[in-house]
DNA sequence: TTACCATATGAATATCATTATCAAAAAAGG
DNA sequence: CCTTTTTTGATAATGATATTCATATGGTAA
């Protein structure tokens, strides 16, 4: 797969068109919809709150919620697309076409902060191969409250 | 909550009762034999999994699939078990009578190898404070292919 | 451009895991 | 034993996601 860190809107529309292309998918206007709501909003979304936003901005577009998980799995599964699995608040989406990161989650308010961390990666490779794995991708969240939900509690 | 590792069943079994006292709750054939279950197959469960493991090793008993799903919340919420979210192979608990781990997941046959890292657990606690958090929990999940089936794939 | 055909779409329906409801059964405490 | 409260299993309800299907649309070859 291509390293599509920090690729600008129009690049990413390109690698889109590409992987379509390769597959004999179309091109159409609610896929571009779906991908650009997300490019725009580098936040994260669940299906439902992203299908919301696309409608709001498009709304000249008949977009339905179904097409909306389709693009979602076919945007992830070609990596244009990272997904979270946060348990009971469900799964959320956002745009890949940032340096890897993992997620420290509020608890309280459902506030979402990206990080990163180098020697914690040196670290899992270091434990799969003490384990004979090839590791192939992992899932990181820290759970916590933030400094705003702290103070609120405290009140 | 009290230290849970490496208790013995008796002893898990007077905590059990001692949590379902406090909170007026009573202590029945089904919530033990979900317990006993659970210990004496340290291994991670769906719920499914163990309804049907339950019915097997207790066919005098009459075990609903309902009251599996009741009796894992309650065991979830007072400590006695934990509980991983695996994406689409959906949520798995464990017995929780033993030191703290994290999970590494094989992506092809589903192996799963428990470990520990006290230097990672660090950095984590590192990273909350650099943000502003207080961390309450965490969740990391290698994936990787495990050695037989690296095995099994060059074949 | 046009015509054709494969793919995509939205609405509706189905699915699947989990949760809620409720009448009957069982536990705890006198 | 009684009485009260909680628990239970069967069933229905829920909610997120997936599938179906008739229609619409994109890509392409002439």
Redesign the interface.
């Known amino acids: 797969m291509k390293n599509l860190e920090m690729l600008t809107y129009d690049e990413l529309l390109v690698e889109f068109k590409n992987i379509l292309k390769a597959d004999g998918l179309k091109f159409t206007s609610q896929r571009e919809a779906i991908l650009s709501t997300l490019y725009e909003n580098p936040q994260h979304f669940t299906s439902e709150n992203l299908y919301m936003l696309v409608k709001q901005k498009h709304p000249e577009l008949s977009v339905g919620i179904a097409t909306v998980y389709r693009t979602l799995a076919l945007l992830e599964e070609n990596g244009l697309v990272s997904s979270i699995?946060l348990?009971i608040q469900g799964k959320k989406f956002e745009i890949a076409n940032k340096p890897h990161h993992d997620h420290?989650i509020?608890?309280s308010c459902g506030k979402i902060?990206e990080?990163e961390?180098e020697?914690?990666e040196d670290?899992?490779h270091q434990?799969?191969k003490e384990?004979?794995?090839?590791?192939?991708?992992?899932?990181?969240?820290?759970?916590?409250?933030?400094?705003e939900c702290?103070k609120n509690q405290s009140k």
């Open positions: 699995s348990g420290l509020c608890e902060v990080f961390n020697k914690i670290l899992q434990i799969a384990n004979g794995f090839v590791l192939t991708d992992h899932l990181m969240q820290l759970y916590g409250i933030c400094t702290q």
